[in-house]
């Protein structure tokens, strides 16, 4: 029964995935899947995450055993599916990420793991966020907070000067959107080891 289940629970999925424009993936391997850039009717979207996490549970593909330390990820971005998408994928490779929707909750959460002695092991800002604080202004308040701090930048505009020159605005890196996960985890580990 619980094969039908899932094998009924793995066909929504496909048939969901087809609605969507998935950025990184194939039908056949959803776990490759990074980021979802829309959704054509409200709630898809949580269905799809939904599903998508109840079939990792039964198949045992939940990462990380009890114990093991998993660098932990401050990941922002105004687009809550791609933070929903992108944070299940990175937790399911072994990191422990916590989702930030605007600069504002990324400083708070920021200066919190600070000061609990928790600190980040990378942040991931998205640079550009319309109706909240963007990356460049909260990466400026992070980084008077803890000059050390490890900063990846994220936009889809990669004509924008904070992509071109990221360094100049305090980040040690950028990723054009849209990426892979295998992309986004080769530069985590780039620069966490």
Known sequence: ??????????????????????????????????????????????????????????????ASPHGQLRPKILLMDDEESILDVTRLLLEKRGFNVVPARDGYEAVDRYIEALEKGEPFAIVIMDLSVPQGMGGLEAIGLIRARNPDVKAIVSSGYAEEAAMADYGSFGFIDMIAKPYSVRDLVALIKKHIG
């Open 1 to 62: 029964m619980l094969t039908l289940a899932l094998h009924n629970y793995r066909n929504h999925i496909l048939r969901a995935s087809r609605r969507f424009r998935f950025i990184s993936g194939t039908d056949n391997h959803l776990e490759n899947v990074l980021a979802i850039s829309g959704e054509t009717r409200p709630g898809h979207r949580n269905i799809y995450l939904e599903l998508r996490r109840l079939l990792d549970v039964a198949n045992g593909s939940i």
